[in-house]
């Protein structure tokens, strides 16, 4: 399985960014897609993730308490995408964007996988 990010760039303070991560190869089950970041000198953060739901469970996303308001996670079931939607974005939003997927390729496991990260800086 691969994930391949894209999206990032430069961006001045309030303006938006849409970063996309594209899964593809052996997949069963996407049980979870989002986002992480990695900040300079910073540990990575969750920033956003969106959980597939099941027979007991609805579709269920969560956000970092930062970004609520400001960030949209979403995702293309048919093309096994998941996108983040950054508006009024920040100069503490500037980080490398890692995408990560919990994904199945049989009933009996749960993988992770992480794509390349992609570099958003916000300038004053």
């Known amino acids: 399985v691969q994930l391949q990010a894209s999206g990032g760039g430069v961006v001045q303070a309030g303006g938006s960014l849409r970063l996309s991560c594209a899964a593809s190869g052996s997949i069963l089950r996407i049980n979870e897609m989002g986002w992480y970041r990695r900040a300079p000198g910073k540990q990575r953060e969750l920033v956003a993730v969106?959980?597939?739901?099941?027979?007991?469970?609805?579709?269920?996303?969560k956000y970092a308490d930062s970004v609520k308001g400001r960030f949209t996670i979403s995702r293309d079931f048919a093309k096994n995408t998941v996108y983040l939607q950054m508006n009024k974005l920040k100069p503490e939003d500037t980080a490398v964007y890692y995408c990560?997927?919990?994904?199945?390729?049989?009933?009996?496991?749960?993988?992770?996988?992480w794509g390349q990260g992609t570099q958003v800086t916000v300038s004053s």
């Open positions: 969106t959980t597939t739901g099941t027979m007991i469970s609805f579709d269920s996303t």
């Open positions: 990560n997927a919990q994904i199945s390729d049989s009933p009996y496991n749960n993988y992770d996988y």
